[in-house]
């Protein structure tokens, strides 16, 4: 009887964690890609010369016409691990996200009522390594049914190069670990 409930229950949690993620309303759209010859996916080439530099903050405007792709390099001197975007026009629940640098893209309103995007996560062993030093970058604002950006919104963004705390906390966990479990096999050999 148990089994047939705990079956029940997580065909309901599927279920339900299914429509949440249903959304039927098209939002505007930010996608966050490699540009030809800059890592991961290449999507295009920069304009002109070059892309625009860019160091740990920078900011830009949604293209006029309120879509459109903006195409920048990171001149930090560093590999960036997570890409904050902050702008204040469109609500968060409105905004989707797309992007190949990171593991994760979380739209959120902060205390102030702006949105925050913020881009994270890397892993070693997938091309999802955030955007590396010199690498081109593109930030492309879609419209979808019509649903566009705000032309010109502003934007702040704010890379950061250091690991996520989480990553610090969880190695350390794994270093005491290591360790207390070492003591305890050595006193075990010398019993």
Known sequence: MKISRVSLL???????????FADGIQDPKIIIHGVSGGGAQALGKCPGPSCTNVGFNFEFSVPERGKGTLFFTNASGKNWTSLKLIEKGVPAEAVSCGQNFFLSCKVTTLKDGSVQILL???HGNTPRNGILNGQNF???????DGNCWPGGLDFSAHASAAPEPGTIALMVTGVGAIISRRKRWTKSLKA
Do not use: D, M, P, R
Request: proline residues 0%.
């Open 120 to 122: 994270s996560g890397v």
């Open 138 to 144: 593109a930030i492309t604002f879609g419209c979808v």
């Open 10 to 20: 997580a065909v309901l949690a599927l279920l339900c964690t299914g429509l949440a």
